[in-house]
């Protein structure tokens, strides 16, 4: 990762081999700009401008707030890689929040993925230096625990965003079972694994059918972080397909490709408990991934199926492309029995949402109106895009069945993401409804051409919106 570095010196007295400034709503008076180059050049303070001879890259920010800054620092980053610069300076812009904005764009712009290059060709740039002493000489929020809080953040983002790129072959139900114990073992939490025994003592036979087509065998996983102090508990549920081939109800080709990423969900939970866990934060968090493929075979799951979830409801089948939600039926039932405060669930789970919502936003369900707004404003302060959905006793009546409790798909192909998310309900008990949220990160959980912050591939989409969210609980309760 890059290394941001703090300089108790002024802009001018730092030394590197690149000069980065941001002109702020397009203002070029400023004591770090030459604007003599500038106006040769026509630059009026938009996008990315690089005076060679100066050796400053200008970087346009309007309007100038937190998203906006850590967007253009992120495009920054990428610029610079694409020269031979091994290093560059900026100096400090704003107060703590525009600082830790700066902070993330810079670490989270700079990722890539090439693990799997022969013949890989890191880019040149390894270190940024940040002027400490501001041009006006004003006041500075402490920048060493911000930057701090922003690189244990940035590294989790990353870990989720390296397990969601790792390809099927390698990024099996049991591999994540094995990431997870890394993560337990490295912050002291306790870390359970349910193998396929464990799934058939707890009756979770709704997710053993998804896996039953699979030669890899399913995994439960639980993180558990119970700190000495603890204003809450809040239980995580992610969503993890290490691969989703649709089942019997087949994917068409092209929706196959990026199925890897199926397992974003699961990915964002164990980033979470991991940021929070290094961060110290004063809640006890759970962490329970349900992981499996959903292949095809003569012994898979079919269409016209009725499966018994662990809450003891019956499950008609009428398509096995609906699988996630089967999973998390059975994993959210499971995370009940640990008498949550907040219970969340993260997944990457209709088509439907991204339809409804565009790919760069996630949708919000629950019964909670309060709890969905406030779970909506803590997303964007993080910088992650998501709006609430409704749910509506009219869509609830299009996951009846004639010959089980509830099916699996709706009736009807619109309101399919809200539709999901009411099937998920049926299986949240009465005294945990106004508990419950569901988070559909389907939209933004892989990029296939980068934006904001995100390369290409996995975003780790739900990651800071969660930790965002387990701070203000262990602040407030």
Same mark, same amino acid.
């Given at each position: 990762m890059l290394k941001i570095s703090l300089k108790k010196t002024d802009f001018a007295q730092t030394k590197a081999e690149l000069s980065i400034v941001f002109v702020i709503d397009k203002n070029l008076k400023h004591p770090w700009?030459?604007?003599?180059?500038?106006?040769?050049?026509?630059?009026?303070?938009?996008?990315?401008?690089?005076?060679?001879?100066?050796?400053?890259?200008?970087?346009?920010?309007?309007?100038?707030?937190?998203?906006?800054?850590?967007?253009?620092?992120?495009?920054?980053? !990428?610029?610079?890689?694409?020269?031979?610069?091994?290093?560059?300076?900026?100096?400090?812009?704003?107060?703590?929040?525009?600082?830790?904005?700066?902070?993330?764009?810079?670490?989270?712009?700079?990722?890539?993925?090439y693990q799997y290059k022969t013949k890989p060709n890191p880019a040149a740039l390894n270190e940024i230096f940040i002027a400490h002493e501001s041009f006006d000489k004003a006041p500075i929020a402490p920048l060493g625990k911000i930057l701090d809080m922003v690189e244990v953040i940035a590294s989790g983002v990353n870990l989720a965003r390296d397990?969601?790129?790792?390809?099927?072959?390698?990024?099996?139900?049991?591999?994540?079972?094995?990431?997870?114990?890394?993560?337990?073992?490295?912050?002291?939490?306790?870390?359970?694994?349910?193998?396929?025994?464990?799934l058939k003592k707890e009756k979770m036979l709704a997710f053993l059918a998804v896996n039953r087509a699979s030669s890899h065998p399913p995994r439960l996983i639980h993180l558990s972080y119970k700190p000495q102090k603890s204003k809450a508990k809040i239980v995580l549920v992610g969503k993890g397909l290490t691969y989703d081939s649709g089942g019997l109800s087949l994917k068409p080709a092209d929706y196959m490709v990026t199925m890897k990423a199926d397992k974003s969900g699961g990915c964002a939970v164990l980033a979470i408990i991991d940021i929070c866990a290094k961060i110290g934060v004063e809640a006890e968090i759970h962490a329970i991934i349900g992981a499996t493929e959903n292949m095809i075979g003569g012994n898979a799951y079919k269409p016209d199926d009725v499966l018994f979830a662990r809450e003891g409801k019956s499950i008609e089948v009428r398509n096995t492309d609906a699988e996630g939600r089967l999973v998390l039926a059975d994993c959210l039932s499971y995370a009940q029995d640990l008498e949550p405060d907040y219970l969340?669930?993260?997944?990457?789970?209709?088509?439907?949402?991204?339809?409804?919502?565009?790919?760069?936003? /996630?949708?919000?369900?629950?019964?909670?109106?309060?709890?969905?707004?406030?779970?909506?404003?803590?997303?964007?302060?993080?910088?992650?895009?998501?709006?609430?959905?409704?749910?509506?006793?009219?869509?609830?009546?299009?996951?009846? /069945?004639?010959?089980?409790?509830?099916?699996?798909?709706?009736? /009807? !192909?619109?309101?399919?993401?809200?539709?999901?998310?009411m099937f998920l309900s049926e299986f949240i008990r009465p005294q945990y409804k106004d508990k419950w949220l569901h988070i559909d990160i389907a939209g933004p959980a892989y990029v296939e051409k980068e934006w904001d912050i995100n390369a290409f591939g996995a975003s780790g989409a739900g990651v800071r919106a969660g930790v965002e969210f387990v701070l203000d609980v262990a602040k407030r309760g």
């Amino acid at each position: 990762m890059l290394k941001i570095s703090l300089k108790k010196t002024d802009f001018a007295q730092t030394k590197a081999e690149l000069s980065i400034v941001f002109v702020i709503d397009k203002n070029l008076k400023h004591p770090w700009i030459e604007l003599k180059t500038l106006k040769e050049f026509d630059y009026k303070g938009e996008g990315l401008f690089l005076d060679q001879q100066n050796k400053t890259l200008y970087a346009g920010i309007s309007p100038y707030n937190a998203d906006m800054m850590r967007e253009v620092s992120a495009q920054v980053v !990428r610029y610079i890689k694409k020269t031979p610069f091994k290093n560059a300076k900026i100096g400090i812009y704003g107060d703590g929040e525009m600082n830790k904005a700066m902070f993330l764009g810079l670490l989270l712009g700079d990722y890539e993925f090439y693990q799997y290059k022969t013949k890989p060709n890191p880019a040149a740039l390894n270190e940024i230096f940040i002027a400490h002493e501001s041009f006006d000489k004003a006041p500075i929020a402490p920048l060493g625990k911000i930057l701090d809080m922003v690189e244990v953040i940035a590294s989790g983002v990353n870990l989720a965003r390296d397990t969601i790129n790792t390809p099927p072959e390698y990024a099996t139900p049991v591999f994540l079972a094995d990431l997870a114990q890394k993560i337990a073992t490295n912050n002291h939490l306790e870390c359970k694994i349910g193998d396929e025994k464990f799934l058939k003592k707890e009756k979770m036979l709704a997710f053993l059918a998804v896996n039953r087509a699979s030669s890899h065998p399913p995994r439960l996983i639980h993180l558990s972080y119970k700190p000495q102090k603890s204003k809450a508990k809040i239980v995580l549920v992610g969503k993890g397909l290490t691969y989703d081939s649709g089942g019997l109800s087949l994917k068409p080709a092209d929706y196959m490709v990026t199925m890897k990423a199926d397992k974003s969900g699961g990915c964002a939970v164990l980033a979470i408990i991991d940021i929070c866990a290094k961060i110290g934060v004063e809640a006890e968090i759970h962490a329970i991934i349900g992981a499996t493929e959903n292949m095809i075979g003569g012994n898979a799951y079919k269409p016209d199926d009725v499966l018994f979830a662990r809450e003891g409801k019956s499950i008609e089948v009428r398509n096995t492309d609906a699988e996630g939600r089967l999973v998390l039926a059975d994993c959210l039932s499971y995370a009940q029995d640990l008498e949550p405060d907040y219970l969340i669930d993260f997944a990457t789970l209709t088509g439907a949402c991204v339809l409804g919502l565009g790919e760069y936003t /996630s949708g919000i369900m629950g019964h909670n109106e309060a709890l969905k707004s406030r779970f909506e404003a803590l997303a964007l302060q993080s910088g992650e895009l998501m709006a609430r959905l409704p749910f509506n006793r009219h869509l609830a009546k299009l996951i009846e /069945s004639k010959i089980a409790d509830v099916c699996n798909v709706a009736s /009807s !192909r619109y309101g399919g993401a809200i539709t999901a998310g009411m099937f998920l309900s049926e299986f949240i008990r009465p005294q945990y409804k106004d508990k419950w949220l569901h988070i559909d990160i389907a939209g933004p959980a892989y990029v296939e051409k980068e934006w904001d912050i995100n390369a290409f591939g996995a975003s780790g989409a739900g990651v800071r919106a969660g930790v965002e969210f387990v701070l203000d609980v262990a602040k407030r309760g």
